[in-house]
T-cell receptor, first 115, second 115 residues
């Protein structure tokens, strides 16, 4: 399909790991991103992965990429209450001539961290 | 270093009125983007500038929306006249260039409510 898909909601307990999943659309997408949006704020870039990588780790964040299934995931270890936000995955599609930097976003996953 | 600056942060207008949003990108960033984010959705690209030139405006509703970036730095997005369906958050982003390796940085957005 043409839509980047994410589940709408995830609830985890503080200290547990969170896994947020995303299915993207374009097998030629070169970069895939995770952004965080807190209430009333813009999008904050968390991490990104190049399409020739399977995994990228950055402190508490681990990104896994399965190109065959066009599946991207973000794992947050030791989730804290400050991690509560909406998380967007985005793909940089290269299929459109002249729009090599076009980002297509998913609908976002709201992460709720409970005590 | 200052991030992407947008103003106003909030705007409430009646339908059929005009409205304008302003964006100041990160210093040195040549590429500027305007996105619209509807409630519960991810951002969607409206227009992308490389310096002064609009290189991708295919998603901009040109009957009522206009944008400019006269000196290749600040940008203004205008809606005239506004409709109820224009209620959304309008996000500005900037990047160094538009190649696949360039990361987009977002401003806090302008939340528009059309009554």
């Amino acid at each position: 399909g043409e839509d980047v898909e994410q589940s709408l909601f995830l609830s985890v307990r503080e200290g547990d790991s969170s896994v947020i999943n995303c299915t993207y659309t374009d097998s030629s997408s070169t970069y895939l991103y995770w952004y965080k949006q807190e209430p009333g704020a813009g999008l904050q870039l968390l991490t990104y992965i190049f399409s020739n990588m399977d995994m990228k780790q950055d402190q508490r964040l681990t990104v896994l990429l399965n190109k065959k299934d066009k599946h991207l995931s973000l794992r947050i270890a030791d989730t804290q209450t400050g991690d509560s936000a909406i998380y967007f995955c985005a793909e940089k599609r290269a299929k459109y001539t002249g729009t090599a930097s076009k980002l297509t976003f998913g609908t976002g996953t709201r992460l709720q961290v409970t005590l | 270093e200052a991030g992407v600056v947008q103003s106003p942060r909030y705007k409430i207008i009646e339908k059929k009125q005009p409205v304008a949003f302003w964006c100041n990108p990160i210093s040195g960033h040549n590429t500027l983007y305007w996105y619209r984010q509807n409630l519960g959705q991810g951002p969607e690209l409206l227009i992308r500038y490389e310096n002064e030139e609009a290189v991708d405006d295919s998603q901009l509703p040109k009957d009522r929306f206009s944008a400019e970036r006269l000196k290749g730095v600040d940008s203004t997005l205008k809606i005239q006249p506004a409709e109820l369906g224009d209620s959304a958050v309008y996000l500005c982003a900037s990047s160094l260039g538009s190649s696949n390796t360039d990361t987009q940085y977002f401003g806090p957005g302008t939340r528009l409510t059309v009554l």
